[in-house]
């Protein structure tokens, strides 16, 4: 069982030419909640953030909602992210997965959250907040 913690507001999940600037907006004053993660490959750069964050300049994905793992206990175990996702692929709701040194976070488009959310709970994970 893992405890999720489901982050206030939605979420994009964008898309910028490569070589792109960054804007101010993603690097700085982050709220106690807000995560942000950027990927760099030779064909753009990903972005996940809060919407209100989201790049002028970015093509943005639907809406997201952002689910947090409890930290585990040892960040060698094994499995967390496929008990996650397995349950979602049961109830067909896409989901977006990275990961910090810290913990993993999960996307879940913010139409289907309540499917996800039960999707989750039946599968023995506790929901906070």
């Known amino acids: 069982m893992l405890d999720i913690a489901l982050l206030p507001g939605e979420y994009a999940v964008c898309r910028m030419a490569a070589g792109s600037a960054l804007p101010p907006a993603l690097s700085g004053g982050l709220g106690a909640t807000d995560v942000v993660t950027v990927s760099w490959t030779a064909d753009g750069i990903s972005v996940i953030c809060p919407m209100d964050r989201a790049p002028a300049q970015a093509v ?15 960040v060698a175990v094994g499995g967390t992210l496929a008990a996650l996702v397995d349950p ?42």
């Open 60 to 74: 943005l994905e639907t809406a997201w909602r952002c689910l947090r793992v409890g930290a585990p206990e040892d």
């Open 88 to 129: 979602l692929a049961g109830a067909r709701v896409s989901a977006v997965v990275f990961s910090t040194f810290d913990t993993d976070y999960l996307l879940v488009p913010a139409v289907r959250l309540g499917e996800a959310t039960a999707a989750l709970e039946r599968a023995g994970h506790r929901l906070l907040g």
